[in-house]
């Protein structure tokens, strides 16, 4: 007999959000400050062990949603451990020119949480930041974050049936569940390229962006032309001297359906909900339908490549450029880029592709294979982030003392992405194979949180102290998932993040993303082991 | 020539980059061109550094059509390790005052056909092809041209420059000859018919209608300014030797047409090649630049300005 729990769905609360972009600038810049109310929150004493029924590690999209839907489902004793001063995530961090997300906002938004008042289709991040802190106030969250405590070890106590969270400043926090929330994108430095440390100019990392520099009249350089370089690209081109952008291998390239969303929008989105519900769906379906083209080769795939050749070919009328811009891999095996204005900025008079391999950094600048030596004022390096697929994001010690990092050395595995097989009672949200590459991630995200929440709520109700998902499941689900992966287009022989250095996939989930969700829909309590407290 | 470890090689070619700025190019020893050499050398460098340029557009096809990663980034290196050549020697080209302001040297129209084939039609070559001609220009270069360079020219920079430039070309050749010799694996039969294949596009014949007159011009040219024939000729034995001391390097097809074609070009006696050829170079001069489309624009790329 299976034995399964759902979550109860009439608890989830559609409440409308108040019009946030007006209010607030365009682009939030980090600045360090600390609010009152994170003051008070910040104030504990090392060494005293603070207890909850979850622990949520990380303050971004997915902590704020998982604390969102526990409290709806009636589990109130959270604490989120945030790092940083703020929450956000990825979006408190990424502030650079341009920043925007390549999924429209009504999809890329909680659907228990929906905005009426995205001002573009395609909000930019300081809107998005905006978002979260409205999350955070409508949902009464920030009494339940701990700012600046960064855990630096999470071990798992089989007597009590707890994990038990250290802090860098010496904290303990004991919980029953954990739920790990850091972020797949969540660290980011410079890269390790020759000759950076002798560049005697300012050196800027796209997701750490220094607000204090002024770009006027300057030379500059950006390395990289993936997802954040395409969008800063554009914005530095209107202010430097001149820009040259450094191109290893160039992304596929589709246009931005980006348009102002007029007031007649807002205003029925605030009077008909069910109308933002429909075009919610109407954009989830037309993503899904983008699966066959983008995670499968098919007849599909050569209809997207098209059309992103056609919009190179529109944009782009020197063949050579062309050439240096168009991909030699299959679409959908790197992340495919959204944009209307990279290509034009490229070609503007105060703008150079370079696609000559670098050679080494220098005191003045770049110098590249040709032979010359590029001169900067500045460096912007895209170069993204450091995704953790080998190990894992923070030292996790399960049942007999196993450790997650050495466990997950040649390839991170989990169980539905979120529950590894000795390490009970902790619930990873883009833990592996969850992530998408055609749809929003908030989707996906929200089918992990409510998972969690099941399988948290499982644990208190029935006072379990240890919910383990059972080894061979883990096994059997996992093998199953690397022979879909094998068929997909992102194992179809690129380099990307998306792999390790021996080419394992153990970022990305290989289907739909309904039925990602229906694989989460139900907590299926045969494949875990449970034992009573 | 033994097969070599790519992976070593592209390790070791991260490891030998240079830069123009590491030359200096005010240096003395300008002066030691010879009022006598200055016109035939101007002609000569000019020459040189648009076969350097082309053999750059060369790699870079050949990087569209690697195998494997390595392959992909080797030849990514070189493409850009030839267009440093080209760079360096119009660098040496203004050093010896024989560049007017920021103009390129004009390419022959020889040169311009070429360039045009390559710009249309090399990306759509095949590796064995393309990876076969490839090393012969090199030999060609690296045994013929530059050592006659260094020979009659006794400028310390030109040397120095030099010095660099045969390090990077004895690694391509390096890589040449492992290629032309990977090439010759498989089915012989099916090597030759697809060979043979190749040979029947079009486009290859309009490349080779486009290469051969270049080859004849370029040895007039050459010989005009004091190279022994001889010592082009021992060069381009070179490949047949190298290229054919594996049995792999045998069997590859394109190696045994290229270095059929070799002997030929060498044997000034063959009149059935040479009349006709001699003939194409001649009828070439009388194409009006003007038909022509314009220079492509990786042509601009090409720079004696050590920083930018």
Known sequence: MRNTVSLDKTVAEKKMLKPAAAKKPAVKKNTGEITLAQLESTESVAGQVNTADVLIIGAGFAGLGTAIRLQQAGVKNIVILERSTDVGGTWRDNTYPGAACDIPSNLYSYSFAQNPDWSRSFSGSGEILDYIHHLVEQFRLRPLIRFQRNVTGLVFDENTGEWNATTACGEQYRARAAVMASGPLSNASFPNMPGIETFKGHKIHSAKWDHSYDFTGKRVAVIGTGASGIQIIPELAKQAEFVKVFQRTPGWVLPRPDFVTPEWNKNLFHKMPAAQTALRRALFWGHESMALGIIWHSPLTALVEQVARSHLHAQVKDPWLRRQLTPDFRIGCKRVLISNDYYPALQKPNCKLITWPIATLCENGIRTAEGIEHQFDCIVFATGFDVCKNGSPLPVTGVNGRQLGEEWKRGAQAYKSISVAGYPNLFFTFGPNSGPGHNSALVYMESQIDYSVQGIKTILQRNLKLLDVKADVQQRYNHAIQKRLAKTNWNSGCKSWYLSEDGFNSTMYPGFATQYANQMKHFNLDHYRAINA | ?308
């Open chain 2, 1 to 308: 020539m033994a097969m070599i470890d790519l992976d070593k090689m592209l390790v070791k070619i991260k490891n030998s980059q240079w830069a123009l700025a590491d030359i200096d190019w005010d240096a003395p020893g300008a002066e030691l061109i010879t009022e006598e050499q200055w016109p035939k050398l101007k002609e000569f460098m000019a020459d040189l550094m648009w076969i350097e340029h082309v053999g750059a557009r060369g790699f870079a096809a050949l990087a569209k059509k690697a195998p494997n990663d390595t392959l992909k980034e080797i030849y990514t290196y070189f493409h850009a390790e030839e267009q440093r050549h080209a760079n360096a020697e119009m660098a040496l080209m203004r050093r010896w005052g024989m560049l007017d302001g920021d103009e390129i040297p004009e390419p022959n129209i020889n040169l311009r056909l070429v360039i045009e084939w390559l710009d249309k039609y090399s990306d759509d070559m095949p590796l064995e092809t393309l990876g076969s001609v490839i090393p012969m220009l090199e030999i060609a270069l690296d045994g013929a041209l530059c050592k006659f360079l260094l020979d009659s020219v006794k400028d310390p920079v030109c040397h120095q420059a030099f010095d660099k430039i045969n390090d990077d070309e004895s690694r391509h050749l390096g890589v040449g000859f492992t290629v032309l010799e990977m090439q010759g694996h498989g089915k012989l039969y099916q090597l030759v018919l697809k060979a043979m294949g190749t040979l029947m596009r079009p486009t290859l014949i309009l490349g080779i209608l486009s290469y051969l007159p270049l080859l004849n011009r370029m040895r007039d040219n050459i010989v005009e300014m004091g190279l022994k024939e001889e010592s082009l000729y021992a060069a381009m034995k070179k490949f047949e030797t190298i290229g054919g001391r594996t049995e792999h390097g045998r069997r590859n097809p394109w190696y045994q047409i290229i270095s059929r074609h070799g002997r030929i070009v060498v044997d000034r006696r063959n009149r059935f090649y040479h009349v006709p050829v001699d003939a194409a170079v001649k009828l070439t001069n009388y194409i009006p630049p003007s038909i022509l489309p314009p220079i492509p624009t990786w042509v601009k790329e090409l720079t004696w300005k050590p920083t930018a």
